[in-house]
T-cell receptor, first 113, second 116 residues
């Protein structure tokens, strides 16, 4: 089983739509969780951290379920500029104060006018 | 703050030659830097973890003699792809971690390597 699994998509949605991405992770020792956004031929950029209590940043809502090892991202009122690949990322400690990120393959989103 | 640069941003080289990629933390000191590789439509795969002043730790399946990593200062790590072959063509991305924020990584813009 892959450490971080995502539906690769693509998700093609009209502007204004709500879209949800899911992710599962296999390592129960994972300690922190993130969604990154990656545009074509660019480096990944942190979109938001994910907390068990759920957190929201504008049109973006992230949720973590540790028991199910499941992470989600909801995008409301999609904009054309949201078109990108969304990477689910987990972080685990491998030494005192040393952390390592594991990336999912990403879910591609295309927002259509 | 927390800006990471990479140089070059893209490079084309002939098979059998070596290519050096630099990763610099511009406004912070990075005790740890990471090197990733990403093939088209694939996830970022960690190649190695580089700690300043010590040998890099390579992930399984990554040849340490082919991918030479030097982290000689707190702001610079280099990755040298030796005797490059077309299958080494990829997007190489580094990230850096500030010493007091070990759970955060700041990514460089990446280097696109094409080996002909």
């Amino acid at each position: 089983r892959k450490e971080v699994e995502q539906d690769p998509g693509p998700f093609n949605v009209p502007e204004g739509a709500t879209v949800a991405f899911n992710c599962t992770y296999s390592n129960s020792a994972s300690q922190s969780f993130f969604w990154y956004r990656q545009d074509c031929r660019k480096e990944p950029k942190l979109l938001m951290s994910v907390y068990s209590s759920g957190n929201e940043d504008g049109r973006f809502t992230a949720q973590l379920n540790r028991a199910s090892q499941y992470i989600s991202l909801l995008i409301r009122d999609s904009k054309l500029s949201d078109s990108a690949t969304y990477l689910c990322v987990v972080n685990k400690e491998y030494g005192a104060g040393s952390y390592q990120l594991t990336f999912g393959k990403g879910t591609k989103l295309s927002v259509i006018p | 703050g927390a800006v990471v640069s990479q140089h070059p941003s893209w490079v084309i080289c002939k098979s059998g030659t070596s290519v050096k990629i630099e990763c610099r933390s511009l406004d912070f000191q990075a005790t740890t830097m990471f090197w990733y590789r990403q093939f088209p439509k694939q996830s970022l795969m960690l190649m190695a973890t580089s700690n300043e002043g010590s040998k890099a730790t390579y992930e399984q399946g990554v040849e340490k003699d082919k991918f030479l990593i030097n982290h000689a200062s707190l702001t610079l790590s280099t990755l040298t792809v030796t005797s490059a072959h077309p299958e080494d063509s990829s997007f190489y991305i580094c990230s850096a971690t500030p010493p007091d924020r070990g759970h955060e990584q700041y990514f460089g813009p990446g280097t696109r390597l094409t080996v002909t």
